[in-house]
């Protein structure tokens, strides 16, 4: 077993060298040219229904935000570990202490920042002020995700602020979600399998993972697949077909092993007949598993849908 975790380390670890190292420059995400991203309208995602609120509903923080301290609030900063972190933190002008709100963490690519990807996808105008919006920023502008020490600081960075924020916010502890793009996206794949804020969801734009890593606490079953220490979690995955950063196979990955770990079927429909996007079909309640591949598109966030698929796919009906 152990060598067959350090197979997957030493696999994963040539990938992101080769394939990672040109995922800085795209963290501003602009839009891509090819063929057939440009066309799609109308994609409704299989959504995670709303959270059961009973036995207590969620937790609440402090009832009343001062003025000043709602809409977009810059740079936060909080000490993990003896490390001073920082991040980007967005609370809805309709804060008003009364209700529990998601909790959306927005992860950057290789080279890039929490502010970097807050301009790239948009989702707050897309959600409507709809939740709470984390934009961590990884130290030297990156994320550990094949070190087992460096992605064991790296989860507890963001646990740490989830938790901070149920302090202070009215924050949904039953709703907290994570998206990524690059090599956000293989972090954000990894904070699902390993963090401890019970993550609801997680949406990944041109990425990987998880993946098997000596020392996280992840492990292989019988049949050589990957078991995460976390509960599985509803999962979407967007990846084009032409991206030379990340290659399909990647994203195909990620996709399998969601689909695996929440139980659905081989068999896919389309949403609102709008192809691409397929959700697969008899999936673990609560725990849909979606896969959009744009015909054309590079390494990018998807220029025409991605705030859209990624914000429908999050929000509670």
């Known amino acids: 077993m152990h060598s067959m975790l350090s197979r997957a380390t030493l696999v994963v670890a040539a990938f992101v060298a080769s394939a990672c190292n040109s995922c800085g420059s795209s963290d501003s995400a602009p839009g891509d040219t090819g063929a057939g991203d440009g066309g799609t309208t109308g994609v409704t995602i299989g959504t995670p229904p709303p959270p059961d609120t009973g036995g207590g509903g969620p937790t609440c923080g402090s009832a009343d935000v001062a003025a000043g301290t709602k809409g977009y609030l810059g740079s936060q900063k909080i000490t993990v570990g ?20 998601p909790l959306v963490f927005v992860l950057h690519g290789d080279g890039g920042t929490g502010s970097g990807i807050r301009g790239s996808f948009k989702l707050e105008a897309e959600s409507g002020g709809g939740a709470i919006f984390v934009y961590p920023d990884g130290q030297n502008k990156t994320w550990v995700i094949d070190n087992a020490t460096g992605l064991g600081k790296d989860i507890a960075f963001i646990d740490a602020v989830a938790s901070s924020l149920a302090k202070t916010h009215c924050t949904d502890t039953k709703r907290v979600f994570a998206v990524g793009f690059s090599k956000g996206a293989y972090f954000a794949n990894m904070l699902a399998c390993l963090s401890k804020s019970n993550l609801r969801a997680v949406v990944t734009h041109a990425g990987g993972g998880p993946f098997g890593l000596d020392g996280s606490g992840t492990k292989f079953d019988n049949k050589g697949q990957l078991e995460c220490p976390s509960p599985p979690v509803a999962a979407l995955q967007v990846q084009g077909d032409a991206d030379t950063a990340v290659p399909l196979s990647e994203g195909i990955k990620a996709r399998d092993h969601w689909r695996r770990a929440n139980a659905c079927a081989t068999t896919t429909k389309p949403y609102d007949a709008a192809p691409p996007c397929v959700a697969y079909d008899g999936c673990a309640e609560g725990r849909p598993e979606v896969w959009c591949q744009i015909p054309g598109m590079g390494h990018t966030i998807w220029p025409a849908m991605g705030a859209k698929v990624t914000w429908e796919f999050l929000r509670g009906k």
Do not use: I
Not at 82 to 101: I, M, Q, T
């Open 82 to 101: 003896g490390a001073a972190r920082s991040y980007e933190l967005y609370v809805p002008e309709a804060y008003d202490g009364k209700k529990a709100w």
